[in-house]
């Protein structure tokens, strides 16, 4: 298996803090990205403290379980890695959400690390870059030039 990367990013004419927000508490994606659903917090863990699972449920079965490992809201950054039930054939997928200053506002980049062999990339690309990534980033953008 061989390390990897994957990266989106967009640039929002948005103030950092107020995009972070929208999108820095690690217990509610589903508030602003339209395709993933509501998440529960194992064990009523709080989800600004490191070790918390959140867990994605569709129709009662679990299709993910993420593991906060790091959240620095000065920073505008978390970092989490993808626990077992995992859909692909991935190992060691660690993701990182951050919004940075830009001169047109804020820059978001949604980034992951993670190990696969070559014919897992394309559909990584697919489910997670363009599917979950990229249409979040969208509908991030959707949602801050609306409330203009």
């Known amino acids: 298996m061989k390390p990897r990367t994957l990266e989106r990013s967009t640039v929002l004419a948005a103030a950092p803090d107020a995009v972070w927000a929208v999108i820095g508490d ?5 508030d602003w990205h ?3 659903p509501p998440a529960t917090l194992e064990d009523g863990a709080d989800p600004e403290v ?3 699972v959140r867990v994605f449920s569709v129709d009662g079965t ?6 906060l490992i790091a959240r620095d809201p000065a920073a505008r950054a978390y ?10 054939a991935v190992h060691d997928y660690v993701a990182t959400l951050a919004v940075h200053p830009h001169p ?7 980034s992951a690390a993670y190990r696969s062999e070559d014919d897992a990339v394309p559909r990584v690309e697919a489910l997670f870059g363009d599917a ?4 979040g980033l969208a509908a991030l953008r959707a949602r801050l030039t609306s409330s203009r």
């Open 50 to 52: 490191p070790g918390a």
């Open 104 to 110: 047109e506002g804020a820059a978001v980049i949604w």
């Open 26 to 30: 690690f217990g509610a994606p589903a």
């Open 132 to 135: 979950t990534y990229a249409t």
């Open 62 to 67: 679990v299709v993910a379980r993420e593991r």
């Open 79 to 88: 970092r989490y890695a993808l626990l077992e039930p995992v859909a692909l």
């Open 34 to 36: 339209p395709h993933l």
